[in-house]
């Protein structure tokens, strides 16, 4: 096991220094379980893609990215159990090279399952779920260092509220996930869609394909970029309408960013390829997104985007400046206590912001009044500042995953202060 108290650890934007102590990274299971038994303040940490200070803690930040990586496809089950600390990237191989798929992917391959699924990361489609969905089950080592498996089969209810569980009932060491039959993919970019092309469309848009991701740099009324991925053996949305509601085919691979270079992402222009090289906009072996950046999204009731886009653009003018660009995506509602798109078919309004937190706070802040009327549950892995009352009063099943907390930790060895301000999980720590 590696310690290194000294050090600091930012996480991969660097705008969060830890505050933590000690920084540890086990090996194994059990020297895993010794930390957590021994630790009296504790989180677990991935790859830290998160923006916020979620996963931070005065005490022990626990690395679960040198467990053993164990990536175990079950044909027959049709599930892989994976090492909680694992890139998608190490994931997607094993499991294609099985003849399976996931059924969906984030932006980019880089982020880890744990760390994905315990914040309801998602990709796109109106048909797919949040990453955590596919979550079949979970192996827990929860704070007297046991290590406990919750799985869908066999604990039906509690399971609902144990997937998305910020890091607050205790370290993930794997999880084990739902496949899909392989599938193949051709992924286009189209350019220029008007705003109002989704007034009367969004809906119709957005279901035209697998996966339709939709970008904007707010500096004109107009969607810049659609990332349209087709399943090969779907009808084709694009030989179908030409040009497609309106904006015509790049001529050109594209980054998501005007100007920054398209090596970097996945392979576009239709060509067919596996799931795994399309579903990301971004590849494993480069650097993702813009790279110097802060990001922040919301999610919302599918029906509302093309207000809640109006009602951006309204305000375009002060978000330009400070944005590298804006991504609406949808994912499909769930029953997952803490999932943003809990019981809601929900569209996720995304922003990439410069790394300039002062000019950006005041944006964030802007872009939140504006989302009010549409109760947008902010992403929690990225920056926000929606009043914490707020955020709780966006989430029924809270008071049920705070008595699941208690249960799980009733001393609050996993709480901290993002838990504590935004979930209210001190009253699991004192009732
Ligand atoms: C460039 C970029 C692109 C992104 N694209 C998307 C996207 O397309 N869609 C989307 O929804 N999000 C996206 N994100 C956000 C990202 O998916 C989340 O931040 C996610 O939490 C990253 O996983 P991680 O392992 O890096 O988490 P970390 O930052 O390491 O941790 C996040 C939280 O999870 C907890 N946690 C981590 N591992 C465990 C574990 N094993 N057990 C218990 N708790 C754990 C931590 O305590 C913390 O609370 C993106 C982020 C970046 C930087």
């Given amino acids: ?59 022990t930040l626990l690395s679960v990215t040198s467990l053993p990586p164990v990536v175990e496809v079950d044909s027959r089950a049709a599930t892989v159990k994976v090492a909680a ?22 932006s980019l391959p880089h982020v880890s399952v744990g760390g994905s699924v315990v914040t309801g990361t998602h ?41 998305v569980n910020l890091g607050a009932l205790g370290v993930v ?8 039959p392989t599938f193949a993919m051709r992924q286009r970019v189209y350019e220029g869609l008007p705003l109002e092309v989704l007034d009367a469309h969004f809906a119709e848009l957005v279901a035209d394909a697998y996966s339709v991701c939709l970008f904007t740099d707010w500096r004109g009324p107009r969607l810049t970029q659609v990332w349209i991925n087709q399943r090969i053996g779907d009808p084709d949305p694009t030989v ?25 992402c996945t392979q576009q222009l239709g060509v067919i390829g596996p799931w795994h090289e399309r579903l990301s906009h971004f590849r494993p072996d480069a650097v993702p997104s813009a790279g110097d950046e ?10 509302d985007a093309p207000a809640a886009l109006r009602a951006l653009d309204l305000v375009r003018e002060r978000l330009a400046p400070v944005l590298h660009i804006c991504e609406v995506r949808t994912v ?17 309004i995304h922003f990439t912001w410069t790394s300039d937190l002062d000019a950006v706070l005041p944006v964030v802040r802007l872009v939140e009044d504006v989302l009010t009327p549409f109760a947008a549950r902010p992403h929690w892995a990225k ?32 709480t901290n202060e993002h838990l504590r301000r935004c979930i209210d999980a001190d009253r699991s720590t004192h009732c």
Avoid: I
């Fill in 240 to 264: 179908v309408h030409e040009p497609w509601f309106t904006a015509v085919p790049a001529d050109g691979p594209r980054h998501p960013v005007d100007g920054l270079d398209a090596d970097c």
């Fill in 383 to 414: 920056v926000y500042t929606t009043a914490p009352d707020v955020v709780r009063s966006h989430y029924p099943k809270l008071p049920d995953f705070v008595d699941l907390v208690h249960g799980y930790d009733p001393h609050g060895k996993f």
């Fill in 173 to 180: 060491t794997s999880v084990t996930l739902d496949l899909v």
């Fill in 332 to 348: 499909a509602a769930d029953r997952l206590w803490l999932s943003p798109a809990q019981g809601r078919d929900s569209v996720s």
């Fill in 1 to 59: 096991m590696s310690a290194t108290p000294p050090r600091t650890v930012t996480n991969w934007s660097g705008n969060v220094a830890f505050g933590a102590r000690e920084f540890v990274a086990p090996t194994s299971v059990p020297e895993l379980q010794a930390v957590v038994a021994r630790g009296r303040q504790v989180r677990a940490l991935g790859t830290a893609h998160s923006f916020n200070d979620l996963a931070d803690t005065p005490g």
């Fill in 85 to 106: 600390g694992l890139p998608y990237s190490d994931v997607v191989g094993p499991v294609e090279r099985a003849g399976f798929a996931l059924p969906n992917l984030a």
């Fill in 123 to 163: 990709g796109s489609g109106v048909r797919n779920g949040c990453l955590s969905t596919s979550v079949a089950a979970l192996d827990l080592v929860t704070a007297d260092g046991d290590l406990v498996t919750l799985a869908r089969d066999t604990h039906p209810r509690e399971f609902e509220g144990a997937v």
């Fill in 294 to 303: 802060l990001q922040s999204e919301y999610l919302l009731a599918a029906q």
